[in-house]
């Protein structure tokens, strides 16, 4: 039993085989059961609200009771604390989509990708966090928060590889892999129904409702993360894609989204993209 990831409201954590992974809440790091409270609303949540719009490209995922073994209380120590009703933990049971047994070599990573690969290049996934692809502004969101922030450093922008393929070569590095293989996983964010423009379609017919929008919905689809999978010694196509990350919004991060969207509206170094 081991944690292989960790965000600001989860973690992920490895039991006896690495296939599958439980995403435990840490939102409340005083409380278990409060943690397990919202796992549950949040379970309910994503099949009422965001597996309606994602349909297939949501990850396959159930809810789990784990035991709050000893073993696993020490392992939880760090993170939260307190006891729940019958001494369970609920968790999210999902795929590992990185194994590193299947994929030992990360080629690239930085804020929001990561590139994954076995040792023949045959088999890769690409780990995408696309945030806002729909822009309702005429400066770029992704890029002028990026500036705000001091990330000065970015040279790519997923709303630009929505409407150029070939954009991936900024997003993982000209030098990551072999032109013609990137030219390959290229083809795949050619098509019509990729991910990136599922996303952005989606987050602009719910920003387009005016004033019945469902502000904490759309903030959850500007904050997923995407895998895409390849298996280049079976097909060029891509063999597997899911999107994670779909949780439930507080409401009270309301005022915070708000204030953000003044300050970047007034931010002088926005950043516009000439498509």
């Known amino acids: 039993m081991r944690i292989v990831g960790k965000g600001k409201a989860n973690i992920l954590v490895a039991l006896e085989e690495e296939a599958i992974l439980y995403r435990i809440c840490i939102r409340f790091s005083n409380s278990l059961l409060k943690g397990n409270e919202y796992t549950l609303k949040n379970y309910q949540y994503i099949y009422q609200k965001v597996e309606p719009l994602l349909g297939d490209l949501l990850c396959n995922f159930s809810l789990s009771e784990l035991q709050l073994t000893p073993k696993l209380q020490q ?24 194994s590193a047994s299947m994929y030992p070599l990360v080629l690239f990573s930085d804020h929001f990708t990561s590139l994954y690969s076995n040792v023949q290049h045959t088999k890769l996934v690409l780990e995408m966090k696309p945030k806002w692809l729909y822009n309702p502004t005429r400066y770029c969101r992704n890029c002028t928060a990026n500036r705000f922030k001091g990330r000065d450093d970015m040279s790519y922008c997923y709303s630009k590889l929505l409407r150029d393929s070939e954009h991936l070569f900024h997003v993982i590095g000209s030098h990551t892999l072999p032109r013609w293989l990137v030219l390959r996983m290229c083809q795949y964010f050619r098509t019509r129904d990729n991910v990136l423009q599922v996303l952005h379609d989606i987050q602009k017919k719910l920003y387009c409702k005016g004033d019945m929008i469902d502000l904490p919905l759309l903030m959850t689809l500007r904050d997923v993360t995407c895998f895409v999978s390849w298996d280049f010694s079976q097909s060029d196509a891509a063999s597997d894609v899911n999107i994670v990350d779909v949780d439930l919004k507080p409401e009270e991060k309301r005022d915070f989204w708000n204030k953000t969207q003044m300050e970047l509206d007034s931010f002088e170094n926005k950043c516009y993209h000439d498509y």
Request: glycine share 4%; proline share 4%.
């Open 75 to 98: 392992l939880l120590h760090d993170y939260v604390s307190g006891s729940t009703c019958n001494n369970k933990v609920f968790a999210f049971s999902m795929p590992n989509f990185k």
